[in-house]
């Protein structure tokens, strides 16, 4: 069992703890439950955020090995005024923190049979990269931008960081969800409007950023295309890392306290009220309001006793559907690789097909897509002198598919090593001077996602908004919840809403004093 620490990541600019003040536990510090600590200190809370893990950030952490900088998870951050909001709710810019890169193109897709697709938030180049791969949908395609655009506007700008409580809720956005074909999936939408297979492939594929699929999930995910091109996809100089250190920054001027390696065993309850928490090694923590930020699965299955649930009971959790899982290869090579971008997405041979193994077969197949990620194409400090960093991620099944990752994570690393070699890396096995591998039983053991799924709940129509796991606890009160398995879902911009739902939900702390 680790020990429970208090760390010192962030500048030394700090306020003293007002004990008077009502006090707020956060349990995890991914960037939902650091976004939320920031947003609860500003308003009036003392804030007390705690994470199981010996550093801060959950699944956007750090791994730093031979002189390389590794992000374990999110590589890119679009919709970046969310972010700025925490800093100037601090009375700061988080350009004195935080330096981000807008990227050109934001990612190069390259089909199976060696064409590629370069996307990007320049309009014009994108009507050529359409007509270049296929003419005939040109029409069809800026259509397919303009139902995005309206989908973003609904769906992200008005609708995602409304709390969705009750069914009226549901109810009162049902009919624009109708006329906007939500019920459709998003390939489904696309295919309405393109007709080449693998134009559809290229501007389907963003559910898989979530967690979704795109041939299940809700065309209401239409909206990360625009999304996309009206605010950019940045890279953090230095890594994502650096937002993680930014924010504890925040949280520790407000006069906050970030524990590492202390891990929650039970959300205390008394009366029906959220009360404080039971630590690992027997501890409580008393609290006027607790904010989980952990899986939400795991906060209900195994942090609120049983005897407090009567919507998210066990058996409930255990037929929800999840996201896929994923199989991470992190790895650092001597050389560079110049002629690859920051971001690469290498298709496979197969699209619906691969994507049944996955969600619905749940087998593990012979052949994968992957995305590349190279942070040294734009940021070459994120490796020692000459040589490149990446990590390659594969959609796999979760851990309900029943693989096992200890006899077959190597063998999959190799396969992912060839396929590189084949395509946009030549030589790299011969290349690679670091390594380290995560799978969904990482996801499990490490981050306590139930089933090892990479995103939480899967984001279809009927597990989103009002159908997921609500901000404010459905179960007992002053209990709230932040993160990829509550509303909004998975991505930076869906977790930061969450967080901005809290001040709608939470009462003020002058409220509680």
Request: proline fraction near 7%; charged fraction near 25%; include cysteine.
């Amino acid at each position: 069992m680790l020990n429970a620490t208090t760390i010192d990541i962030a500048p030394p600019r700090a306020a003293p703890p007002d004990p008077a003040r009502p006090h707020a536990v956060v349990i995890g510090s991914g960037f939902g439950g650091l976004a939320a600590a920031v947003r609860l200190g500003a308003r009036g809370y003392r804030v007390t955020v705690l994470e199981r893990l010996p550093v801060p950030g959950g699944r956007a952490r750090v791994h730093r090995q031979d002189g390389f900088t590794f992000d374990a998870g999110p590589t890119i951050v679009t919709a970046p005024q969310l972010f700025e909001e925490l800093w100037a709710l601090c009375g700061r810019r988080m350009a004195e923190d935080v330096t981000l890169r807008p990227l050109s193109p934001f990612y190069r897709i390259r089909f199976d049979d060696g064409a590629c697709f370069a996307c990007s938030g320049d309009a014009a180049a994108m009507r050529a990269e359409v007509a270049r791969l296929s003419p005939g949908d040109l029409a069809g395609y800026e259509a397919f931008m303009r139902v995005s655009e309206t989908l973003c506007r609904i769906g992200f700008e008005e609708l995602g960081d409304q709390p969705f409580g009750a069914p009226r809720d549901m109810l009162r956005v049902l009919p624009e969800l109708l006329r906007l074909g939500a019920w459709r999936s998003v390939h489904a939408l696309v295919a309405r409007h393109v007709r080449d297979d693998r134009l559809r492939a290229a501007l389907s594929f963003h559910p898989l950023l979530i967690g979704g699929n795109p041939f299940a999930a809700s065309a209401l995910y239409g909206l990360i295309a625009h999304l996309e091109r009206r605010w950019g996809v940045h890279w953090v100089m230095g890594g994502t890392g650096r937002l993680v250190e930014g924010l504890a920054g925040l949280i520790r001027g407000q006069g906050g306290t970030l524990r590492c390696g202390a891990e929650v065993a039970e959300i205390l309850v008394r009366d029906g009220r959220a009360c404080g928490v039971r630590l690992a090694d027997g501890a409580t923590l008393a609290a006027d309001i607790v904010v989980s930020n952990a899986d939400s699965a795991a906060t209900y299955r195994h942090l609120l006793p049983a005897r407090h649930r009567r919507r998210w009971t066990d058996p409930r959790l255990e037929r929800a559907r999840y996201s896929m899982g994923l199989f991470v290869w992190y790895f650092g090579t001597h050389r560079r690789y110049p002629a690859v971008d920051h971001h690469t997405i290498l298709l496979g041979p197969r699209y619906r097909g691969l994507l049944d193994d996955i969600f619905r077969r749940r087998v593990l197949p012979a052949d994968f897509s992957l995305y590349l990620h190279r942070p040294t194409a734009t940021d070459p400090a994120m490796a020692p002198p000459g040589a490149d960093a990446f990590y390659a991620l594969v959609p796999v099944p979760h851990l309900g598919a029943g693989i096992d990752w200890r006899r077959e994570a190597e063998p999959f690393r190799r396969a992912v090593a060839r396929r590189l070699s084949e395509t946009v890396l030549p030589g790299v096995e011969d290349a690679v001077v670091t390594s380290r591998i995560a799978t969904p039983l990482d996801f499990a053991e490490d981050l306590l996602a139930f089933r090892g799924a990479g995103f939480g709940l899967e984001p279809i129509l009927l597990q989103s908004a009002w159908f997921r796991p609500h901000n404010r606890s459905e179960e007992v009160e002053r209990l709230y919840l932040v993160g990829a398995g509550t509303h909004p879902g998975a991505g930076l911009p869906g977790v930061l809403s969450s967080a901005r739902i809290l001040d709608r939900v939470v009462p003020h702390a002058h409220a509680l004093a």
